[in-house]
């Protein structure tokens, strides 16, 4: 078992405790994205070594947001509370340290000519950058990373600041009476699971007390995703 799943095990194990019997604290943020896919690799320039990675992610945005705004949802989809967001993301986090750039594009649907799909009538497009800090996850073993940028709508050229969380998904460790320890339970497909049990993968919260079940809405293809929180 490698030192990262240790601490990680160690970590939960105490938020666990802290939480038993009290109630699990709210998501925040004015959008809420889902990571669907990720191609990474591991690059190494002398002794230091880099995950690059870039991600799909879908999600919703609240109306009034900078990623929704709401002159646009009263044109396009009036009465609407939301609007989905497509993105792909790409960053190189130093193995070291955790910390690196972020940045990508990302574009604002919202229903077009098939109301039983996923949105997909494009309204607006922007870009974005930023610094990540996974310092918690690469470094502590924490499923917790952080990062601050700016976004810049390409229809208005208008630049807004956030900040975002991103909460990674874990299962609780299980006795192994011939190791005298514990093993993570393996996090994927999703039939090995039973969402109305314990063995459903969780987020770690940030007060580092409280933990959420992972919603049967927060998989994909299966698997339970990357959750990214973005503040405004």
């Known amino acids: 078992m490698s030192a990262m799943t240790k ?3 160690a970590v939960v194990g105490l938020a666990v ?7 699990v604290a709210a998501s925040a943020g004015g959008a809420r994205l889902y990571e669907l896919t990720e191609n990474m ?3 190494s320039k002398g002794k230091f070594q880099r995950r690059n990675a870039t991600s799909e992610l879908m999600g919703t945005a609240d109306v009034g947001t900078p990623l929704c705004p709401t002159a646009l949802v009263a044109i396009y989809a009036p009465g609407a509370t939301s609007c989905t967001i497509n993105a792909t993301g790409i960053d190189s986090i130093s193995l070291s340290t955790g910390l690196g750039p972020v940045f ?6 919202v229903q077009g000519d098939n109301n039983a799909d996923s949105p997909e ?3 607006a497009k922007g870009v974005f950058s930023g610094k990540m800090d996974f310092s918690p996850a690469i470094v502590m073993g924490i ?3 952080h990062v601050t940028g700016n976004i810049t709508d390409l229809n208005t050229w208008k630049v807004s600041p956030f900040t975002g969380t991103f909460r990674l998904p874990f299962v609780l460790p299980v006795p192994d009476a011939a190791l005298f320890g514990a093993l993570p339970l393996p996090l994927t497909p999703m039939d090995r699971y039973d969402v109305t049990k314990m063995t459903r993968p969780l987020y770690l919260l940030d007060d580092m007390q409280n933990i959420e079940a992972v ?5 994909a293809g299966g698997w339970a995703t990357v959750k990214f929180e973005i503040n405004f």
């Open 7 to 9: 601490r990680m095990i």
């Open 17 to 23: 405790m802290a939480t038993a019997g009290a109630p």
């Open 41 to 43: 690799k591991v690059d």
């Open 104 to 109: 990508g594009r990302y574009t604002v649907v």
């Open 121 to 123: 009538l494009v309204i």
């Open 143 to 145: 499923p917790l990373g």
């Open 215 to 219: 919603e049967s809405s927060e998989f």
